[in-house]
């Protein structure tokens, strides 16, 4: 039952994450989820993710943002990182990871999802046929909502580590 909101894979950081490697493997777009993915929930674009956005396009590798956020939140985001971005996305629905695949070029089989959260982000992508990757969320600080999803995503992902590691 816990499968149906296992990752592919699970790290601590988006910046971890070797694209390069990814791209060598056929992936050829990612789909990116914004606080505490990112950035820390409601904050600007860093330079870190200036940076992550420029290596992504200098290795020809399409990107989207795709976020339940209002679109003044992604908007402004995705400005600074020169993204296209899907804002109120209803994530887990699968309507705007096919969209954001669909500005992409790409299908289901070549784009990956980077995000935070089990419930919204790695079961939505994994409805949606994508590879999906875990991230740690970069800060604690949540709404309320996210915090009590949280520990139910906890017992999950000791369940998920447990198999992983057989």
């Known amino acids: 039952m816990f499968r149906l909101f296992y990752p592919n894979d699970y790290v601590d950081s988006t910046y971890q994450i070797d694209f390069r490697k990814l791209r060598i493997k056929g992936y050829k777009g990612v789909l990116f989820d914004i606080d505490n993915t990112l ?6 674009a860093d330079d870190k993710a200036r ?17 339940n956020n209002q679109r003044e939140r992604v908007e402004s985001f995705a ?6 971005f899907i804002e109120n ?32 982000d ?12 875990l991230v740690k969320p970069i800060h604690h600080k949540e709404e309320i909502q996210i915090v009590l999803k949280r520990y139910l995503e906890r017992i999950i992902l000791f369940f998920y580590k447990r198999q992983k590691s057989k």
């Open 39 to 44: 950035v820390r929930h409601g904050e600007p």
């Open 51 to 67: 940076e992550l956005f420029k290596s992504l396009k200098e290795q020809g590798v399409k990107y989207c943002l795709i976020s």
């Open 79 to 84: 400005k600074e990182v020169e993204a296209p």
């Open 89 to 120: 996305a209803h994530k887990p629905s699968t309507k705007g990871y096919k969209k954001a695949m669909k500005i992409m070029g790409i299908k289901a089989q070549e784009a990956l999802f980077v995000g935070d959260q089990l419930f919204t």
């Open 122 to 133: 790695v079961w939505g992508a994994k409805r949606a046929g994508m590879y999906s990757i």
